[in-house]
Nanobody, 113 residues
């Protein structure tokens, strides 16, 4: 099972940008789904963006046009632009490959003036 470690969270003003990174240690098989989820304490974890081995992208309606997911070898990124206070959350990276599911430990993103 892969190990995932996120970085890049922090405090940003509304309208600002952040880039989250996720380093994957372990094998990523030819078939995979990887992506980002977020969770506010007391609420369900929600999908932000995913990409699969077929090159299909999926974004939550709330982030379309503002967030971009990408992958480069064992790294996964989430570029977040035009951030809003409602984007404040803990962001988790996710990998499902060969039916093995792995999650990162989460990184806090706070959007506030």
């Amino acid at each position: 099972q892969a190990q995932l470690v996120e970085s890049g969270g922090g405090l940003v003003q509304p309208g600002g940008s952040l880039r989250l990174s996720c380093e994957v240690s372990g094998r990523i098989y030819s078939a995979y789904v990887m992506g980002w989820y977020r969770q506010v304490p007391g609420k369900q974890r929600e999908l932000v963006a995913t990409v699969n081995s077929g090159g299909m992208y999926n974004y939550a309606d709330s982030v379309k046009g503002r967030f971009t997911i990408s992958r480069d070898k064992n790294m996964m990124y989430l570029q977040m632009n035009s951030l809003k206070p409602e984007d404040t959350s803990i962001y988790y990276c996710y990998l499902n490959t060969a039916r093995l599911v792995s999650w990162g430990q989460g990184t806090q993103v706070t959007v506030s003036s």
